[in-house]
């Protein structure tokens, strides 16, 4: 491919694909303050399609080129919560494949025009149990079977998902730190994201500590203390809490978990904008919230990473949305951190 004569051609990325990654560690200097340790949020709403999905993507994508599964002209097929299929939707246009998305019907309506936006087909099925066969796993599966050629991205069991953030965002973290953190923090939606980087920060040094941040209404939480899955509670969080151990999840380097309701939720992300200027998505404020938690519990010069998974803009009809905020009875009421 011809490059772009630029005077500094390191500083260009090449194409959509390339510009995943290398994001910014974010300092949240008020919440560190308030604290006394500091807090970093890796700000993967950066990403090109806006999350930390296009990690995900990208690495699955590729896998399957290299494997010569998928050609230019070919079908990539997933069930995603949205923000795969963004990653998935925009990598394959800039890489010439069609995308066929399966979504529950209970995602921000924000996801569903983006995604119909970008050109990918889909598809949006009652939101049921995993154990429903009509659940959109299954039903995306069942898609991808049924398309010449098809390949099923299968985000939860394939494990280049967590190949690309043990080989990306770990290694970057690693380095925009100098080593220097004593804990990373995340909640697991496939469980990618906090196995791969955990995975890749205990290869560096076994003492840096792996936390589990869990919304209600996952077993993951249970899973971490007890080694039972078991359910308590439900949460309105969107993209993350499995009820079921995933490949993806399965042998993540996980040492504690700490559970956040959504009332947390949503006080941490109207803070982060008021008081950080920060605006992200109800994932990535369950995520800084944990990560304060379990700062607090380290002595105090102590060093938390974490996840700023998407950004807001895919949630204004829900948590950034009045009426939404008052039927789900999580009106913030806090100006201050009190709720931590
Ligand atoms: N936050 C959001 C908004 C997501 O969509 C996802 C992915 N479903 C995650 C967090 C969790 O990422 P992972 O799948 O790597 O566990």
């Not at 299954?138 to 080989?167: C, D, K, L, M, Y």
Request: proline share 5%; net charge negative.
């Amino acid at each position: 491919m011809p490059k772009p004569s630029l005077s500094n051609p390191a500083a260009v990325r090449d194409g959509f694909v390339d510009a995943i990654g290398n994001t910014p560690l974010i300092a949240l200097p008020k919440l560190s303050a308030a604290i006394g340790r500091t807090i970093l949020g890796k700000a993967e709403f950066l990403n090109p399609g806006g999350s930390v999905k296009d990690r995900a993507a990208r690495g699955i994508i590729e896998d399957f080129e290299r494997r010569g599964l998928l050609a230019p002209g070919g079908t990539v097929v997933e069930g995603t919560a949205g923000n795969t299929g963004i990653g998935l939707a925009l990598v394959g246009n800039a890489r010439g494949y069609r995308t066929v998305i399966v979504m529950p019907d209970d995602q921000a309506a924000e996801k569903y025009g983006l995604l119909r936006t970008f050109g990918a087909e889909l598809h949006v099925v009652a939101a049921v149990p995993f154990t429903n066969d009509a659940n959109y796993y299954h039903a995306a599966r069942r898609i991808a079977e049924s398309i010449p050629g098809a390949v099923w991205s299968n985000q939860f069991e394939n494990t280049a998902n967590r190949a690309a953030h043990e080989a990306t965002t770990g290694p970057e973290i690693i380095a925009q730190t100098g080593g220097e953190l004593n804990a990373f923090v995340a909640a697991a939606g496939t469980g990618g994201t906090i196995a791969g980087v955990g995975l890749a920060l205990k290869a560096y040094d076994p003492s840096i500590a792996v936390v589990l941040a869990d919304p209600y209404g996952s077993a993951l939480f249970s899973y971490v203390k007890t080694g039972e899955l078991a359910t308590e509670g439900d949460s309105n969080a969107e993209g993350i809490g499995i009820k079921r151990i995933t490949a993806n999840f399965d042998g993540a380097p996980v040492d504690d978990a700490l559970r956040v309701d959504d009332r947390t939720l949503v006080e941490m992300a109207h803070w982060l904008l008021r008081a950080e200027g920060l605006f992200v998505g109800g994932s990535a404020a369950l995520n800084v919230a944990a990560a304060a938690r379990y700062a607090r519990t380290l002595p105090s010069d102590s060093v938390v990473v974490t996840v700023l998974c998407d950004g807001g803009e895919r949630y204004r009809s829900r948590l950034y949305d009045d009426d939404w905020l008052r039927e789900n009875d999580v009106v913030p009421f806090a100006q201050d951190l009190a709720f931590l």
